[in-house]
């Protein structure tokens, strides 16, 4: 089926520190998306990417796709504890099933 | 513009009973999608619904349908339940089909659904 790995599951970084997830897809992606749950709450949509190679920056956050357009992700600079969540990335559009990744669930020390 | 209203937050259930679901999406939107989020499986698409009919399914068995009415509003049916569905389920409504170009999902604030 069209799956979508997300790695890692976990990462805890000291504040300040970098974070990345990463997201593979099996099938070429029409288009990709980036969502953050903190806890408790629900999935918010954060951007989306939709051309080879696109980059899309939001303050401290990254956001790539790959050039064969199978592969994204998002990178954090300087963790803030306000980052604390979950992150997925989330495929979907056009007659497919709608497919999150397994998501990454950051932590932070303070 | 007012969010995506789930309707119950909370619900408590016996196994075998069954349980319905209400979504409201955020006005304008035809497309209604929903998932189950559980700390294992992170979240699994159930279905999605487009102007009243069901454009996809995920992988859930028969006991779990759902349909949408002409006003958009959406609701999810799971009969005979069992202790596995105890979990989170969330609806997501969007402009256009799920995940498609600029069409973005906006998630209510989920149902939480305990079997015992």
């Known amino acids: 089926g069209q799956q979508v790995m997300q790695i890692p599951q976990y990462q805890h970084v000291q504040e300040g520190e970098d974070f990345t997830t990463y997201c593979n897809s099996s099938?070429?992606?029409?288009?990709i998306q980036w969502y953050k749950q903190r806890p408790g709450g629900h999935p918010v949509f954060l951007i989306q990417?939709?051309?080879?190679?696109e980059v899309k920056k939001q303050k401290r956050l990254t956001f790539q796709f790959g050039e064969a357009k199978k592969n994204s992700s998002l990178h954090i600079t300087a963790t803030q504890t306000t980052d604390v969540g979950t992150y997925f990335c989330y495929k979907g559009g056009g007659a497919q099933k709608l497919v999150f990744g397994q998501g990454t669930r950051l932590t932070i020390n303070p | 513009k007012a969010g995506v209203t789930q309707t119950p937050r909370y619900l408590i259930k016996t196994r075998g009973q069954q349980v319905t679901l209400s979504c409201s999406p955020i006005?304008?939107?035809?497309?209604v999608s929903w998932y189950q989020q559980t700390p294992g499986q992170g979240l699994q698409f159930l279905f999605e619904?487009?102007?009243?009919?069901?454009?996809n399914k995920g992988n859930f068995p028969g006991r779990f349908s759902g349909r949408q009415f002409s006003n958009s509003r959406s609701e999810m049916n799971v009969s005979t339940l069992e202790l596995g569905d105890s979990a989170l389920y969330l609806c997501a409504s969007s402009l256009g089909t799920g995940g498609s170009y600029n069409s973005p999902l906006h998630f209510g604030n989920g149902t939480r659904l305990t079997v015992t």
């Open positions: 619904y487009f102007s009243e009919t069901q454009r």
């Open positions: 006005s304008g939107h035809r497309s």
């Open positions: 990417l939709v051309k080879s190679g």
């Open positions: 099938t070429t992606l029409s288009n």
